[in-house]
């Protein structure tokens, strides 16, 4: 079990969080005369809920979690920024993120003026615990997996990840934005066994929520407790949180989404690979394909001539001629593979 207490940073740990005076105040129907607010346009006139609780109550009981060891912020990067913050001492403190992997990991990393350790994915994107755990050092606070991955779609080897929570000492995160489309349950059920686990969840993708921006992070109550400490009061906005709850009230919808875009990928991913131009498609557990291409560039400059953006990840380690696609709805879909079928 790793002690979470000596990984965090000294002034976070004795930090006094802001409280303001409805935090103490627990009875019903008062006369709100603390926060300086206006009287009118209710109810966008009140502060929201700084605790959340009430969506923190539905998030966690549809994930089988303890209300305690879930965050909900301002979308994933909140989460990602608040790890920084609380755990990593500016100038000093490392970390290590896998490569390629999502790129705000990096962004965070360089804002807070935290060093970076890349640790390359093997050539066929499958996950390396002897290399990620070669690259910690004794300032190594956190190291950063994404599974399924951004962008080379694959999840990573569970017994991989195990071998990486056993065998370092720091926080390690999981980000799982793409999880529902991969099947099974992720990583929660580790939760109870690994304290410096960290999962990161999302209504940014599967949920159809990106416009909402709300991000979550599941793991140990003394951690997350520490995230709720320093995180803006009123980080989850009202509109947020009564949206996020209309969403997920309605798992089914999500559920015909996930298997709509399965379809349409599954069928992406054929019609693909009978294109000339198209050299891989590789095997995918979310809702984007990787495509290796003869000119990605070209290609890329071509699409969107055409009205079609898709990311350009040719540059990225072992991703040499890849273009990512994300898998659209049924019409869309269709215009893309004729512009291909054109070009
Ligand atoms: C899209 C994505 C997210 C979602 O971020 P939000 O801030 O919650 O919208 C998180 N991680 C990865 C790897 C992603 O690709």
């Not at 966690?60 to 909140?78: A, C, H, K, R, V």
């Not at 990096?106 to 640790?119: E, G, K, P, T, Y």
């Not at 947020?240 to 089914?252: C, F, G, P, Y």
Request: charged share 25%.
């Amino acid at each position: 079990m790793t002690d979470l207490k000596v990984l965090v940073r000294n002034n976070i740990l004795e930090l006094i969080p802001y409280s303001s005076a409805r935090d103490e105040y627990t009875g019903k129907d008062a006369i709100l005369m603390d926060a300086n607010e206006s009287p009118f346009n209710s109810p966008y006139n009140r502060y929201p809920d700084p605790g959340q609780k009430l969506l923190k109550e539905k998030l966690s009981s549809m994930l089988g979690l303890l209300t305690e060891q879930l965050f909900i912020g301002n979308g994933s990067d909140e989460a990602i920024d608040l790890l920084f913050r609380v755990f990593c001492n500016p100038g000093t403190d490392r970390v290590i993120i896998m490569d390629p992997s999502y790129g705000m990991y990096r962004v965070c990393a360089d804002i807070n003026d935290v060093a970076v350790d890349f640790a390359e994915l093997d050539p066929d994107f499958s996950l390396n615990a002897g290399r990620i755990l070669d690259k910690a050092g004794p300032a190594t606070k956190m190291v950063f997996l994404c599974s399924p991955n951004n962008p080379t779609s694959n999840l990573l080897d569970q017994s991989e990840i195990i071998k990486i929570l056993e065998g370092f000492e720091g926080i390690v995160v999981v980000d799982e934005a793409y999880i529902d489309f991969a099947g099974g349950e992720g990583l929660i059920s580790l939760l109870g066994k690994f304290t410096n686990l960290v999962i990161l969840r999302t209504l940014s993708k599967a949920w159809a929520g990106a416009g909402i921006r709300l991000g979550m992070a599941l793991g140990n109550p003394f951690l997350i407790n520490l995230m709720g400490r320093v995180k803006y009061p009123y980080n989850v906005n009202m509109l947020t949180q009564d949206k996020a709850l209309e969403l997920i009230d309605n798992e089914a919808q999500k559920q015909e989404w996930v298997e709509l875009l399965l379809s349409e990928r599954h069928r992406l991913e054929k019609e693909l690979k009978a294109l000339r131009i198209v050299l891989k498609v590789h095997p995918s557990n979310a809702n984007f394909l990787l495509v290796e291409v003869e000119n990605p560039d070209t290609l890329y400059d071509s699409l969107a001539g055409g009205g079609v953006i898709v990311r350009n990840r040719s540059r990225e380690t072992h991703c040499n001629g890849c273009l990512r696609i994300t898998v659209g709805t049924k019409d869309e879909n269709n215009r893309l593979i004729e512009l291909l079928k054109s070009y």
